[in-house]
């Protein structure tokens, strides 16, 4: 591995902040001073500032998003989902798959970026699986147009096929497979209708508990992981 990529998944750095630390002289290998991050390291002992580093194991958590926050590291005007995990946590964790300010449900986060990006992608084909409430009732032909692909705003083609149940004539459950800027609510608008309540209940095969109040936290289970 190499020493830049050591550093920031031993201690969460960025890798800019990871570069400023090795050229200013404070990352040591073997006792030695190294300041370029193409050195491979292996089993030797890497310490920063005399602190000695070892790569932790992944971190792989669900989280029941709570409307109001954002997904995302700062905002001036609403807090971080992050501030809901124990400070320990934080450092160097993505979201895999992010929700708006005003949607709740299942939020993943991990260290793991291949995990991740087998979750985000649209070739992996994991679906997301959201309730929704609509303003107006559903039209009777929405299941076939969002089975066949529906033409959104400003993209260049369609998106691909997603699957529609209907609980209600305002109430329906919807399983894409992407995750576009404000995908499931363009999607409706291009129906001409408007999603008045957002809430993801499963990704892939990971559901949202039950017993998991908004705000709440926990680590995946090995199966869970496994199934990405």
């Known amino acids: 591995m190499r020493l830049d990529r050591f550093l920031c998944e031993s201690t969460g750095l960025t890798r800019s902040l990871?570069?400023?630390a090795l050229?200013?002289?404070?990352?040591?290998?073997?006792g030695i001073?190294?300041?370029k991050g193409d050195l491979h390291v292996q089993e030797q002992e890497v310490r920063l500032e005399g602190r000695l580093l070892r790569l932790r194991p992944p971190r792989y958590i669900l989280l029941h998003k709570p409307k109001g926050y954002i997904s995302a590291a700062?905002?001036?005007d609403h807090p971080s989902v992050l501030t809901l995990l124990p400070t320990e946590l934080r450092d160097g964790l993505q979201y895999a798959g992010r929700l708006d300010l005003d949607t709740t449900g299942l939020l993943l986060l991990t260290d793991d970026g291949q995990w991740s990006h087998r979750i985000r992608s649209p070739k992996k084909a994991c679906g997301k699986t959201y309730r929704v409430e609509l303003a107006e009732p559903l039209a009777g032909?929405?299941?076939?147009?969002f089975q066949e692909g529906v033409q959104l705003h400003g993209e260049p083609k369609p998106t691909l096929p997603a699957t529609l149940e209907?609980?209600?004539p305002t109430r329906?459950?919807?399983?894409?497979?992407?995750g576009k800027y404000h995908q499931v609510k363009r999607m409706f608008a291009a129906l001409n209708n408007r999603v008045v309540g957002l809430h993801r209940l499963q990704v892939g095969t990971i559901r949202l508990d039950d017993n998991l109040a908004e705000g709440e936290w926990r680590h995946l289970t090995e199966e869970e992981i496994a199934s990405v």
């Open 18 to 20: 990871a570069k400023k």
């Open 33 to 35: 001073i190294v300041k």
């Open 74 to 76: 700062r905002d001036e």
């Open 141 to 145: 032909d929405a299941a076939a147009r």
């Open 23 to 30: 050229h200013r002289g404070e990352v040591t290998v073997d």
């Open 172 to 178: 329906v459950l919807l399983t894409i497979q992407e």
């Open 166 to 168: 209907v609980l209600a």
